[in-house]
């Protein structure tokens, strides 16, 4: 089969990128993939049945999407046919689908791979309904985008969506011995510098190389340390796009490490967000959010606390008023927690739909006019601040409401555990006046 640099019109005897030189020629030497394609892994399983159905590929960059759609074409001698949304159109694709008719004719089927699959519109991903139905192509998708999000759900449903890992610490370390097998000759790295090499391609194995070219290239002659590395090399920004996935993935974290009591891991992230270039204000008014849906009443101050860092870092912009926004990511984490009055709200919205459109109880309609005090508006009220404990016990529920429901019902944590124990009080004195009328 040709390979991909030979089929970019150079010749085999050119100079090749080392990444080029070490992409795989079988899909056991794939690296970081292994709950893919060993053991009892969806490719591995297919290789053994004889079968390949339509698979979108959904992973990070560098991790092995377009070699291990090459080595699939290969390894079930199908046809490579590989293609680009961001260079293709309806006319590419047509004259894909032609050769793939007329192949099949002949007996030999097609793998169609398409890079960036995500980037097709709706109407260019119906398109390949009929040929993936009708068998004439086996398609492979590769897209670093959620194909939930990006794919119809259409094609969805005739491809097996499998995800692909970013290279862990293990993987990069095969990734560097290959590397160096192939030079000739180690890495001018210390084990401080070379754990520090391996941080910098963050999991994509491509930049990795790339990071090893550059590092050969400095013909340096004695091994560097960590310090020394970082001045030849600049380290990336750690992966993040905070118009597409990832964005929802770190606010996700962030939003439930401040929920689980975890500073740690939640500063971790909120930095993980401000250092991929995400809005300040847009945390900001997350972290008010999550003092009043997850803090509540355990402890008020947290929305409070939110609030001011919100309004401390438009006063004073980047970076000082980030430590406002990180001082509030420490309090939240570290606060009582309390989702009662959130769990609450949305009792009293279903019973609201329930019950419809009841009118308050008389006694506490106010009576402006002479005619609405013949109708009985406000009469029997009582006033609460003249009552003993500065509370009537009256029902304030409407008369034909079905039962006296009870939406919010404080946590024994923090601030609402005494908050608990005035609503108890208050309840029984109500309940006692309900059962005398």
């Known amino acids: 089969m040709t390979d991909l640099f030979e089929s970019a019109g150079l010749e085999a005897g050119a100079p090749r990128p080392l990444a080029e030189r070490l992409r795989p020629q079988a899909?056991?030497?794939?690296?970081?993939?292994?709950?893919?394609?060993?053991g009892d892994g969806p490719i591995a399983r297919m290789r053994r049945q004889g079968r390949l159905a339509s698979l979108i590929l959904w992973g990070p960059p560098g991790v092995g999407k377009t070699t291990i759609a090459r080595l699939l074409a290969e390894d079930s001698g199908l046809e490579f046919e590989p293609l680009s949304a961001v260079f293709s159109g309806v006319a590419d694709l047509k004259k894909v689908f032609e050769r793939a008719r007329a192949r099949r004719q002949t007996g030999r089927g097609t793998l169609l791979f398409v890079d960036e699959i995500h980037r097709?519109?709706?109407?260019q991903q119906d398109g390949f309904l009929p040929v993936v139905e009708e068998g004439t192509v086996t398609l492979v998708g590769a897209t670093n985008e959620n194909p939930s999000f990006e794919l119809n759900s259409a094609l969805l449903s005739r491809c097996q969506v499998l995800v692909l890992k970013a290279l862990d610490d293990a993987a990069l370390e095969d990734l560097l011995k290959r590397a160096e097998a192939e030079t000739g000759k180690?890495?001018?790295?210390?084990?401080?510098?070379?754990?520090?090499?391996?941080?910098?391609?963050?999991?994509?194995?491509?930049?990795?190389?790339?990071?090893?070219?550059?590092?050969?290239?400095?013909?340096?002659?004695?091994?560097?340390?960590?310090?020394?590395?970082?001045?030849?090399?600049?380290?990336?920004?750690?992966?993040?796009?905070?118009?597409?996935?990832?964005?929802?993935?770190?606010?996700?974290?962030?939003?439930?490490?401040?929920?689980?009591?975890?500073?740690?891991?939640?500063?971790?992230?909120?930095?993980?967000?401000?250092?991929?270039?995400?809005?300040?204000?847009?945390?900001?008014?997350?972290?008010?959010?999550?003092?009043?849906?997850?803090?509540?009443?355990?402890?008020?101050?947290?929305?409070m606390i939110a609030n001011e860092a919100a309004r401390t870092y438009e006063r004073l912009g980047s970076p000082e008023g980030e430590?406002?926004?990180?001082?509030?990511?420490?309090?939240?984490?570290?606060?009582?927690?309390?989702?009662?009055?959130?769990?609450?709200?949305?009792?009293?919205?279903?019973?609201?739909?329930?019950?419809?459109?009841?009118?308050?109880?008389?006694?506490?309609?106010?009576?402006?006019?002479?005619?609405?005090?013949?109708?009985?508006?406000?009469?029997?009220?009582?006033?609460?601040?003249?009552?003993?404990?500065?509370?009537?016990?009256?029902?304030?529920?409407?008369?034909?409401?079905?039962?006296?429901?009870?939406?919010?019902?404080?946590?024994?944590?923090?601030?609402?555990?005494?908050?608990?124990?005035?609503?108890?009080?208050?309840?029984?004195?109500?309940?006692?006046?309900?059962?005398?009328?």
């Open 323 to 437: 430590l406002a926004l990180a001082h509030a990511v420490v309090h939240l984490a570290t606060a009582p927690k309390s989702n009662a009055v959130y769990v609450a709200y949305k009792r009293a919205r279903r019973a609201v739909k329930q019950t419809g459109s009841l009118m308050p109880p008389a006694h506490i309609l106010n009576a402006p006019t002479q005619m609405m005090k013949e109708q009985g508006y406000g009469s029997g009220y009582e006033y609460d601040h003249d009552a003993e404990d500065g509370i009537s016990g009256q029902d304030y529920f409407p008369d034909d409401m079905p039962e006296r429901p009870v939406f919010y019902e404080p946590l024994d944590r923090g601030r609402e555990a005494a908050i608990g124990e005035r609503l108890r009080a208050w309840r029984q004195k109500r309940n006692a006046r309900r059962k005398k009328s």
């Open 186 to 303: 180690p890495l001018p790295l210390d084990e401080g510098a070379r754990t520090v090499l391996r941080g910098m391609a963050d999991g994509d194995g491509r930049y990795l190389l790339n990071l090893v070219e550059e590092l050969i290239s400095l013909e340096i002659a004695e091994p560097l340390d960590a310090q020394a590395l970082a001045v030849h090399l600049n380290k990336r920004a750690p992966a993040y796009d905070k118009d597409r996935d990832e964005h929802y993935n770190l606010i996700s974290a962030l939003h439930k490490s401040v929920r689980g009591s975890d500073p740690d891991a939640a500063l971790y992230w909120f930095a993980r967000m401000l250092e991929g270039g995400e809005d300040p204000l847009f945390l900001a008014r997350r972290l008010v959010r999550m003092a009043s849906e997850d803090i509540g009443l355990a402890d008020p101050t947290g929305l």
């Open 27 to 38: 899909l056991d030497e794939v690296i970081g993939q292994d709950h893919l394609l060993a």
């Open 120 to 123: 097709f519109n709706r109407a």
